[in-house]
């Protein structure tokens, strides 16, 4: 392990930085337990000439548990869902995806 991959594990071991989410693919059972950092900036997007300020959300997942998050698929964190928007893209280890999702409305 590199020291960029031990870093990576104590920073998603860290309960004060990560939480646990049960990912589900494609949305359905069985649920597997993964731990992500959520992140919730918000970001600026132009239209025409005008600039509007968008809420976003992002989970960072380690790719050791999620080989291949895509649209459609979830994360739940304690009642709150979360589905995946487009694509993920991974960081430049290659450790970590960047997923961009929405909460979803409870079923």
Do not use: C
Request: charged share 30%; aromatic share 8%; proline share 5%.
């Amino acid at each position: 392990m590199t020291i960029f991959g031990a870093a990576i594990t104590a920073i998603f071991s860290d309960p004060n930085m990560s939480e646990a989410a049960d990912y589900r693919s494609g949305g359905a059972d069985p649920a597997t337990t993964v731990r992500v950092i959520k992140v919730a900036p918000d970001t600026v997007q132009e239209f025409n000439a005008g600039r509007f300020v968008r809420e976003t959300i992002f989970l960072d997942v380690r790719v050791s548990e999620v080989a291949l998050p895509a649209r459609g698929d979830t994360f739940t964190i304690g009642e709150a869902i979360f589905e995946v928007l487009g694509d993920p893209a991974r960081d430049t280890e290659r450790l970590v995806w960047k997923v961009e999702a929405r909460e979803r409305d409870a079923v």
